[in-house]
């Protein structure tokens, strides 16, 4: 009979995050007994903090040339090559204001169900929707 992974690296499943002395209910006492130094809480801080700056990280300059054309180009030939309309609708900062960044994400990624809008999830990321959209609320042109 194989023993259990968590058995066998000495870690005991209580069911409890605070049991790590990372989580709620750990008064910072518990730390000393389980062998365990403030660096692993600050070790779990940083991953928190320094995560999300690694996931909303720009795209490379080659990239963002890429997306940039696809911007004006493919977006362009239905929101009109100035984005101010066409057959879709404008992509200005003013029309965007009072759209929500994962809602224009939704619709870059999913496309918008009953109109001509397609996904583009096969071509981008959602990092990659993400930039385009601080793109078009900023209102310069790459």
């Known amino acids: 009979m194989m023993s259990h992974p968590?058995?066998?690296?000495?870690?005991?499943?209580?069911?409890?995050?605070g049991e790590l002395g990372v989580g709620p209910g750990d008064s910072g006492k518990g730390m000393k007994q389980r062998g365990c130094g403030a660096m692993v809480k600050l070790k779990c801080l940083a991953g928190v903090f320094l995560i999300p700056t690694l996931v909303?990280?720009?795209?490379?300059?080659?990239?963002?040339?890429?997306?940039?054309y696809l911007l004006y180009q493919d977006c362009g030939?239905?929101?009109?090559?100035?984005?101010?309309?066409?057959?879709g609708p404008p992509l200005l900062p003013e029309t965007l204001r009072n759209r929500s960044d994962e809602a224009l994400v939704a619709a870059i990624m999913d496309g918008r169900p009953?109109?001509?809008m397609p996904p583009w999830r096969t071509l981008?990321?959602?990092?990659e929707a993400r930039w385009l959209i601080s793109v078009?609320?900023?209102?310069?042109?790459p």
Request: proline share 6%.
């Open 114 to 116: 009953g109109t001509p």
């Open 56 to 68: 909303w990280a720009d795209p490379d300059p080659d990239r963002q040339a890429e997306l940039a």
């Open 6 to 17: 968590r058995r066998e690296w000495g870690i005991k499943n209580t069911g409890h995050i």
């Open 136 to 141: 078009l609320r900023s209102g310069d042109r």
């Open 77 to 87: 030939s239905c929101h009109g090559m100035t984005l101010k309309g066409g057959l």
């Open 124 to 127: 981008l990321s959602k990092q």
